[in-house]
């Protein structure tokens, strides 16, 4: 097993040991596979399914039986809605136990098939190599998402030949005649054309060649919620965030474009602000995906493209158009919003609590070009969605499906993936103490992230909420928190406090240091007032 999957190249894995699963513990032993220990099965999961964010093979998580499959239960949804190719191994009874009700059995079918593209279990030995291959195939193969193979403990032990099964090819799909045709009609016939991006499903290549088509064009780019920097933050095309909480430019884009083309996404939930926008069924929309079904697809679709990202621009960057002048008119609008809604707040403090503006101010100053962000969910993201400059693919990492508790393994996920570049995670007080355990695994592993936590002691996103629908009523959202930066410290990292926002910048000046010139991670616990928002 351990041996296939060093043959479809994945270099790490993420896990929780179990005494179900120790002949696959004992297989990674000789392994050239880095086995990341983790401290909770949903940061474990978290890590993975960052991972098969960040990379083109999927993420890999190991877990035990029962209560550790119930953890690690967070990071599957995340990947299914997320659309992230991951594969989680789950250590199972004995064959010979089933149905006994023996210690820690669970049925994984019945706990996973609703939110899983497969659940397999290996019941022969003999086709171990046969079923990772499998696994991993149906994680990547069509819209991408979550395989879960359980290991009964009695079938992993048992001695078979090393002979391996050889990966399987996925299929990518592209543009037939007819689709480029139908695309390249309705390009010349839109004056305000619009590309949204969208999914995990690309490569940095991929990524680079539709910025370029794009920018050749004067087309713009919006991101769907939370996948900013396929198109880069500093392209003249991209016109900024689609999603929950978007700035108003890019909420009336949707209903001004006369054509959208959707590439690596769809229409869905969030996008259209609950099913709501741009549903009339005379609007122009291309749906480019790998997946026939348009599983999430709201609204009206006029056309279906069958094709990976990066296949679908292999062949559009060959439509060489004439460009309109209200293309360029179009475009120049939409990028002035854009970066009007970016220009960075004064890094000068002010007088009183310390501030989030201040903050990204000084910090994105001092980043380098290829700096990421990773996100979990809350309002504390915003100030990411307006201000971080994600220059390249996966320069975001986050949890679409509203997940809280991803920031940090995320981060870690980030950082040992791309081990001295400068990954910086924001996470809210809320969320930071859901799984900043994880800290611990930074520090055993060498992973350096700067972790910002934005202190406004509540759950803000459900306060909002509450204030809408329950003014002046509030109830179950306010919080009492431990010091965060002395937290950092016992975990072996460095650790700063701030309350005045006189204190920001040397704050931010002395947590890059600790990582720069100590190789630790470092965090910056931000205490501010409630109810500040980024936009």
Known sequence: MVDTLEAHGVKRIYSIPGESYLDVLDGLHHSSIENIICRHEGGAAYMAEADGKMNSVPGIAMVTRGPGAANAHVGLHTAWQDSTAMVLFVGLIPFEHRGKEAFQEFDPQMWFESGAKRVMTLDHASRASEIVAEAMFAATSGRPGPVIVGLHEDIIKEQISPELHPNIPVATGGMTVEDWKALNEALQESDKPLFITGGNDWTTEGAEALTTWLEEHNIPAAAEWRTEGTVPFTSPSYVGPIGYGRPKPTYDLLEETDLIVFVGTVPGDVVTDGFTIRQNWDRKNFLVTIDPSLRGRSGPVSHQIVAKPDVFV???????????????????????????????????????????????????????????????????????????????????????????????????????????????????????????????????????????????????????????????????????????????????????????????????????????????????HLIVDQRVKAY
Do not use: C
């Open 314 to 524: 292999r062949d559009l960057v060959r439509m060489d158009l004439a460009v309109k002048d209200s293309w360029k008119e179009w475009t120049s609008r939409m990028r002035g919003e854009q970066e009007k809604f970016a220009a960075l707040p004064s890094a000068e403090p002010a007088e009183g609590q310390a501030r989030m503006d201040t903050l990204m101010a000084n910090l994105v100053q001092s980043l380098p070009e290829d700096a990421m962000i990773t996100l979990g969910a809350g309002e504390h993201t915003n100030w990411a969605h307006r201000y971080f400059p994600t220059n390249s693919y996966a320069a975001m990492v986050s949890a679409r499906n509203g997940s809280m508790g991803y920031s940090v393994p995320s981060a870690v996920a980030a950082s040992l993936n791309y081990p001295g570049r400068r990954v910086v995670t924001i996470a809210g007080d809320g969320e930071f103490l859901m799984n900043g355990q994880e800290l611990a695994t930074a520090a055993q592993y060498g992973a350096t992230p700067l972790v910002v936590v934005m202190d406004n002691q509540e759950y803000g996103t459900i306060r909002t909420h509450q204030e809408r629908d329950y003014p002046n009523r509030v109830s179950g959202t306010q919080l009492k928190n431990p010091d965060f930066a002395k937290m950092a410290e016992a975990f072996g990292g460095f650790g700063v406090r701030v309350e005045k926002d006189v204190d920001v910048p040397a704050a931010v000046e002395a947590a890059i240091k600790a990582i720069d010139e100590e190789g630790t991670f470092a965090l910056i």
